[in-house]
């Protein structure tokens, strides 16, 4: 029987995905000293500013997810990601919403749009998630999705750190993490039970884990990146 | 000057995009055929058959052209298109209409979805538009999509020729081609703003149309696989 594995049961491999918990970005240090009020304003729109940069390709991302599905019930779903960011008309949506931040914290939204304050490693590490969704499987990619199940109590986290801590920042720029609490919960559900239902095998299983493990690391670098550069302007 | 090569000005652009038509496959003899009424039950089966497998992954390739697309508003239009073919609810859109022509040819549905009729060459085809919108810039991959600039005249001569050539088809398998007839010309004039509007460079709109031109063959070469094929069953 040497070689063959078998594959983990439905709430075995459920554990094992909530365990790469460990491993996401709400332990960084840099979020650590944005959630205690540590960062002053430059550092708080650069961090804005460079997420711009993630937030704006989510969703080629889930784009590239679609393009890689044969299954036409997930794709109906994972559509309705596409437009919660980019809206159904211009000025609205999850995108827009994280402008509405952008220029709370005090930027124009020009100089978000033009990426000036995007450091080459939140770039790098953003581009490789969308590079992995357009070429991985995409049940692997959605995988790789699944850091939603950590994200709404670090968003809880932000919020209330943004009110207590920021005050300079108008509250019109809370709008996206308020919204985004909700969705992300239930997107990360979905997202899960397609994981669980689609990856069958042992190597399937592991490869959901990699992917989720991958995008952690990348989510990570991002804020090493953040960290690393110098002030804002 | 050698080596400088002006863009086409946007009329001549356009009139040699819309001369890609003496590609189209309107021409092929297998249309012609099927148009005046010369194909057999089975012959006629089998087209819908091998068609079913193009309009399946015609999803997906709209979802690659919106992964690659840095313009939300070009994504917000391209996502019509998906819910178009994919519909916002099991049972509804363009992918079931065109298996409610299956069924009102006479096959079964799972004969269709498990796609025991479908040539190599039509598969051939269909995967390489798909990797091409995968692959290739985004406005390349638009530009592939004007074939549609030529379909509604042909799904014109399509409806026709099944009402008066091949009655045994019951009328209700005429949806697809009396509703996409509209949607196809309003998605070709979007499409073709696009191009016009994004291919700049001389370098731009040569690739624009290679694109078409590489469409327009893989269109052909499908239905030429499609023609050498045995006879369904």
């Given at each position: 029987m040497?070689?063959?594995?078998?594959?983990?049961?439905?709430?075995?491999?459920?554990?094992?995905?909530?365990?790469?918990?460990e491993?996401y970005w709400?332990?960084?240090p840099?979020h650590?000293?944005?959630?205690?009020?540590?960062?002053?304003?430059a550092?708080?729109?650069r961090?804005?500013?460079?997420?711009?940069?993630y937030?704006?390709?989510?969703p080629?991302?889930d784009a590239?997810?679609?393009a890689?599905?044969?299954?036409a019930?997930?794709r109906?779903?994972w559509l309705?990601?596409?437009?919660y960011q980019d809206?159904t008309?211009?000025?609205?949506?999850?995108?827009?919403?994280?402008?509405?931040?952008?220029?709370a914290a005090?930027?124009?939204r020009s100089?978000?749009?033009d990426?000036r304050?995007v450091?080459?490693g939140?770039?790098?590490?953003?581009?490789?998630?969308?590079?992995f969704?357009?070429t991985?499987?995409?049940?692997e990619?959605?995988?790789?999705?699944l850091?939603?199940?950590?994200?709404?109590?670090?968003m809880?986290t932000?919020?209330?750190?943004?009110?207590d801590?920021?005050p300079?920042?108008?509250?019109?720029?809370h709008?996206?993490?308020i919204?985004?609490?909700?969705?992300?919960?239930?997107?990360?559900?979905?997202?899960?039970?397609v994981?669980?239902t689609?990856?069958?095998?042992?190597?399937?299983q592991?490869?959901?884990?990699?992917?989720?493990?991958?995008?952690c690391?990348l989510l990570?670098?991002?804020?090493?990146?953040?960290?690393?550069?110098?002030?804002v302007?």
């Open positions: 040497a070689g063959i594995r078998l594959p983990l049961g439905r709430e075995d491999f459920a554990a094992a995905l909530g365990a790469c918990s491993k709400d332990k960084h840099y650590d000293r944005l959630h205690s009020g540590g960062l002053d304003d550092e708080l729109r961090w804005i500013a460079n997420r711009w940069y937030q704006k390709r989510l080629q991302k590239a997810i679609i890689n599905c044969p299954e019930d997930v109906r779903r309705q990601r596409i437009v809206g008309r211009a000025g609205d949506g999850g995108l827009e919403a994280w402008l509405a931040l952008a220029t005090g930027m124009s100089e978000v749009l990426e304050y450091v080459g939140a770039r790098l590490a953003t581009d490789a998630y969308v590079s969704a357009l991985r499987p995409w049940t990619a959605v995988a790789a999705s850091t939603e199940l950590f994200s709404p109590a670090l809880s932000r919020l209330s750190a943004l009110r801590h920021y300079w920042i108008d509250s019109s720029g709008a996206y993490f919204k985004r609490i909700g969705a992300a919960t239930k997107d990360a559900a979905h997202a899960r039970e994981v669980l689609h990856c069958t095998t042992r190597d399937q592991d490869a959901a884990l990699d992917a989720l493990t991958f995008k690391d990570w670098s991002m804020l090493d990146a953040i960290e690393h550069a110098g002030p302007g």
